[in-house]
């Protein structure tokens, strides 16, 4: 398949999607948010939270989903796996659900630990 970059993992789109964005501080939602080829033989996971931007963990969700359908880098990815000659633009094989979500607690002024709650 001829007309995009060729990509062999899905972590190289960590440029357009980075594995985590959460408030700097706070107790918020969060979901943790799974990419994978419809084959599962590759996966990366990412993990958004909010504390003032939403009020249900499905609204995050909702927000990436429409981010993913609006990336204008996805409209000229080929994904090919190592194993494989052939090539598929990266929309055809890719798959996003939610996988989990909790709450966190994040106080920078107490300590460097983030409490997560399932």
């Given at each position: 398949m001829e007309?995009?970059?060729?990509i062999e993992?899905?972590s190289?789109l960590?440029g357009?999607?980075?594995?985590?964005?959460?408030e700097?501080?706070g107790?918020?939602?969060?979901v943790?948010?799974s990419?994978?080829?419809?084959?599962?033989?590759?996966?990366?996971?990412?993990?958004r939270?909010y504390?003032?931007?939403?009020s249900?963990h499905?609204?995050i969700f909702?927000?990436?989903?429409?981010?993913v359908?609006?990336?204008?880098?996805?409209?000229?990815?080929?994904?090919?796996?190592?194993?494989?000659?052939d090539?598929?633009?990266?929309?055809d094989?890719?798959?996003?659900?939610c996988?989990?979500?909790g709450?966190?607690?994040h106080?920078?002024n107490?300590?460097?630990?983030?409490?997560?709650f399932?």
């Amino acid at each position: 398949m001829e007309g995009g970059k060729k990509i062999e993992s899905l972590s190289e789109l960590f440029g357009e999607f980075p594995e985590v964005i959460i408030e700097a501080e706070g107790t918020f939602k969060y979901v943790l948010i799974s990419l994978s080829t419809k084959d599962k033989k590759n996966c990366i996971y990412l993990l958004r939270g909010y504390n003032t931007k939403y009020s249900f963990h499905a609204e995050i969700f909702e927000d990436f989903q429409i981010q993913v359908r609006d990336s204008k880098l996805l409209d000229n990815l080929i994904y090919q796996s190592t194993d494989s000659q052939d090539g598929h633009k990266i929309r055809d094989v890719l798959k996003v659900e939610c996988v989990g979500g909790g709450r966190i607690d994040h106080d920078r002024n107490i300590s460097t630990k983030i409490l997560v709650f399932l």
